[in-house]
């Protein structure tokens, strides 16, 4: 930072101390600062939007190899079992396709629609707040100028060219502040709505994208109920299967070696 540069930092944080002690008036634009609100809620929404969305794409790929892990160990646990009704090796295999041929092909398409559109939206985010911060600093000058003329009006200086110096740099600093206050009270209330038309493309392609996924697990999952008893197909149908399981689980109670439990 040059020393020009710290001299301004230190004398607006000079100006912002006075205006909390009553010594500089502020210069107050209600109808800017909700449109200032507005856009901060706004870009929060968006950066929580950007993180859930990666979430989202992270945890599809968690859960498809949670589900790999899970197929393995139940393929191992049937052991041979499983090899003879195929249950436990077609569970793992539609899990591999899943992942390797769903998941993979959706994460291309789900970076370009929706991760990529959403992140360059919140690429915009520094350059308006640089001329939100640069319109508060404007301000903080304009409103150190205007009390220093205050205070050579009402206790005139022996030099006589103080007051219409400042009243010129008062004006000055004025026509600065009110062109980037009009360009972002102007400017953003825009930005802001075009905010639907941008993403709606984005929201739909996730929506899609939701849908292929949810069809081709519910698809693949399908095929393994072919390889289940049919009378386990029917008690589950039939809303007997706890009493199927309570069944087995007497037979296991009945073995000599866990009589106990």
């Known amino acids: 930072m040059s020393w020009s540069g710290f001299t301004k930092n230190v004398g607006r944080a000079t100006t912002k101390v006075m205006m909390k002690t009553g010594h500089v008036e502020k210069t ?13 809620s706004m870009e929060g929404a968006a950066y929580k939007v950007q993180a859930e969305a990666k979430g989202y794409l992270d945890s599809l790929r968690a859960m498809t190899a949670a589900q790999m892990r899970l197929a393995e160990t139940i393929d191992a646990f049937y052991g041979d079992a499983g090899t003879k009704d195929g249950v436990s090796r077609s569970y793992k295999k539609a899990v591999e396709d899943l992942d390797a041929e769903t998941i993979k092909a959706l994460d291309g398409p789900f970076r370009t629609t929706v991760l990529e559109p959403i992140s360059r939206f919140c690429g915009y985010f520094a350059d308006v707040n640089e001329c939100i911060k640069k319109r508060n600093n404007k301000q903080l000058d304009y409103d150190n100028l205007r009390a220093k003329v205050k205070k050579l009006v009402e206790k005139p200086d022996k030099d006589a060219t103080k007051l219409p110096r400042a009243e010129k740099e008062a004006e000055q600093a004025k026509m600065v502040y009110e062109q980037l206050n009009e360009q972002l009270h102007q400017e953003l209330p825009q930005l802001i709505d075009l905010r639907v038309p941008y993403l709606d493309p984005s929201f739909e392609a996730l929506v899609k994208i939701q849908m292929r996924f949810s069809a081709e697990a519910y698809s693949r999952m399908a095929q393994v109920q072919q390889y289940l008893e049919p009378q386990t197909r029917e008690e589950y149908a039939s809303g007997q299967m706890d009493q199927s399981v309570e069944g087995i689980l007497q037979q296991i109670r009945d073995l000599s070696i866990c009589g106990t439990v």
């Open 28 to 40: 107050n634009d209600r109808d800017y600062e909700v449109e200032e609100r507005r856009f901060k």
